[in-house]
Nanobody, 127 residues
Framework: QVQLVESGGGLVQAGGSLPLSCAAS???????????MGWFRQAPGKEREFVAA????????LYTNSVKGRFTISGDAAKHMVFLQMNTLRPDDTAAYFC?????????????????WGQGTQVTVSA
């Protein structure tokens, strides 16, 4: 159906920056049904949590409070890609970051509304 592949991530010192990318591929029928893309993260021993989301037109973005002003989500609908620029990283941003796609309105979609998920990419922020 739809495959999502993340890239980027790695190890960075606190205060540093990292970009993440996610590319969607697969059956065009399912890709055209996607209304929005999101980023989630999961730290060891914790539940997967929402980070940011964007619709394909790019006129709606949503962020969890802890990343507002530090992270920026953007997308390229023509290339079926979504990006997450992470600045002023903190040790508590350390987690596996997952790209996800939803056929629902991303402005109101919950985690369970996301139909497709990437494998995740690790982000580690050292103090």
């Amino acid at each position: 159906q739809v495959q999502l592949v993340e890239s980027g991530g790695g190890l960075v010192q606190a205060g540093g920056s990292l970009p993440l990318s996610c590319a969607a591929s697969g059956d065009t029928v399912f890709i055209t049904r996607i209304r929005g893309m999101g980023w989630f993260r999961q730290a060891p021993g914790k539940e997967r949590e929402f980070v940011a989301a964007i619709n394909w037109s790019g006129d709606m973005t949503l962020y969890t409070n802890s990343v507002k002003g530090r992270f920026t989500i953007s997308g390229d609908a023509a290339k079926h890609m979504v990006f997450l620029q992470m600045n002023t990283l903190r040790p508590d941003d350390t987690a596996a970051y997952f790209c996800a796609a939803t056929q629902e309105d991303p402005a109101i979609a919950t985690r369970s509304d996301y139909d497709y998920w990437g494998q995740g990419t690790q982000v580690t922020v050292s103090a």
